[in-house]
C-alpha cells in the first residue's frame, strides 16, 4: 500500500480524492492546505478525516509516513511543493502543467533526478480510448504515413470569474493546449521540432488573458499540426479532447464528437467511410494516470508522463507563446 499527502484541496482535489479511495494500492493518510475554509470543506463535505488536515506540507511530514505527494496546488507552487517533498524522500505527482514557468520545470525534473524520486504529470487525456486507439491505428498504417493534422477546440471554458484560470496570461496555451499537445505527442508518436503561434482575445471573453490561439507546429519528418481554440467560445462547443483530422496518403482520421472515423473519398473507386470502435481499456482517465504512477514505483521504471518527458509537451506551450509575442518561428530546441 503506497501512502500518500494530498496537497491542494481546491475543487480538483475532491475528484483525486475519488480517484485515490478507489485503487486499493493507495491510501491517503495528509490532506493540506492554507486556506481554513478548504480544510473545513474537506472535513465537512468530503468525510475527510480532521486529524489528517494540515495546513502546509511540512506540518504534514512531520506528522504522518508517507510515500508519495499528490500536488494538485496551482502551476506556480509545484516547485516549490516538489522541492520540499524530493527532499523528504517521497515521491510527487503533479497536476498538470507542470509549471507556469519552463525554467522552474526543467528545475524540478533535475531535483527528481538528484533525489532518485520520481515526478509524474497527471496527462490524464492521453489515457482515454479516443487517442489510445488512435495511436493503435496510425502505428498499424491504417492512412499510412501522417502528414498534416488539424485540431480545433471551442469551449466556454474556466467561467468562474477570479479563479488563476481567469487571470493568467495565455490560460488556452498553457492550461488546455497542454492537454492537446501532450496528446499530439502521444498519438502521432513523433517530438515536435517548431512552433509559430499568434493568440486574441475576443471582445465578449471574460479571460484576462489570451483565450483565443492558432498555433502551427512543425513535427519530425516534416509533420504539419495545426492547433485552433478558442476558450470563451459560445456556440457549438467541441468534445474536451477537441475535433481532430489526421491526414495521410491513403485518407482520414477524425475524432467527431469523441468517435474516431476513417475516410477515403478519393479515388472514388477507394471510398470508404468506416467508424472504428474504442480499444476496450481497464482504466481510463484519472484512474489510468494513478495506476500508472503506482505500477512505476512498483517496478522502479519511469512512468509514462514522467517530468523529464512531459518537459518536450510543456516546451511546446511555452514555444507558442514566445512565438506570439516574439512573431517567429521557435524551435523547441531553444528551450530544452
Not at 484541496?9 to 491517503?28: K, P, Y
Not at 467561467?159 to 481567469?166: A, F, I, K, L, V
Not at 502551427?216 to 477537441?242: A, Y
Request: charged share 25%.
Amino acid at each position: 500500500m503506497l501512502r500518500g499527502i494530498v496537497v491542494g484541496l481546491g475543487a480538483r482535489a475532491r475528484s483525486w480524492i475519488e480517484v485515490c479511495r478507489r485503487n486499493e494500492d493507495v491510501a491517503l493518510v495528509g490532506y493540506v492546505d492554507p486556506v481554513p475554509a478548504m480544510r473545513d470543506r474537506a472535513r465537512d463535505e468530503w468525510a475527510v478525516p480532521a486529524t489528517a488536515i494540515f495546513s502546509n506540507l511540512t506540518e504534514a511530514l512531520a506528522a504522518v509516513e508517507a510515500d508519495f505527494v499528490l500536488d494538485v496546488t496551482p502551476p506556480a507552487a509545484h516547485e516549490a511543493v516538489a522541492t520540499e517533498a524530493f527532499a523528504a524522500g517521497l515521491h510527487v505527482i503533479e497536476e498538470k502543467p507542470m509549471s507556469d514557468d519552463f525554467a522552474a520545470a526543467r528545475r524540478m525534473v533535475a531535483a527528481a533526478e538528484a533525489a532518485d524520486r520520481t515526478l509524474m504529470i497527471t496527462q490524464n487525456y492521453r489515457f482515454g480510448a479516443t487517442p489510445r486507439t488512435s495511436r493503435r491505428l496510425l502505428a498499424e498504417g491504417a492512412i499510412g504515413t501522417p502528414e498534416v493534422v488539424n485540431v480545433g477546440f471551442y469551449r466556454p471554458w474556466a467561467t468562474r470569474p477570479g479563479t488563476h484560470y481567469t487571470l493568467m496570461p495565455y490560460p488556452m496555451l498553457t492550461d488546455m493546449g497542454i492537454h492537446h499537445f501532450d496528446m499530439l505527442r502521444y498519438v502521432l508518436a513523433r517530438e515536435p521540432v517548431a512552433a509559430h503561434a499568434i493568440t486574441w482575445n475576443p471582445s465578449w471573453g471574460w479571460h484576462r488573458g489570451d483565450a483565443g490561439h492558432t498555433a502551427v507546429f512543425r513535427f519530425e519528418g516534416g509533420l504539419m499540426v495545426t492547433h485552433h481554440g478558442l476558450g470563451c467560445s459560445v456556440g457549438k462547443p467541441t468534445h474536451w479532447n477537441g475535433e481532430w483530422r489526421i491526414e495521410g496518403p491513403h485518407g482520414s482520421l477524425t475524432w467527431e464528437d469523441d468517435r474516431l472515423f476513417l475516410t477515403r473519398d478519393y479515388p472514388a473507386d477507394a471510398r470508404r467511410r468506416e467508424e472504428v470502435p474504442h480499444d476496450p481499456l481497464p482504466r481510463t482517465g484519472q484512474d489510468a494516470v494513478l495506476a500508472e504512477f503506482v505500477a512505476a514505483l512498483r517496478t522502479g521504471r519511469e512512468p509514462e508522463c514522467s517530468g523529464r518527458d512531459n518537459l518536450r509537451s510543456l516546451a511546446m506551450v511555452f514555444a507558442a507563446i514566445r512565438s506570439a509575442e516574439e512573431r517567429r518561428w521557435v524551435e523547441i530546441a531553444e528551450l530544452l
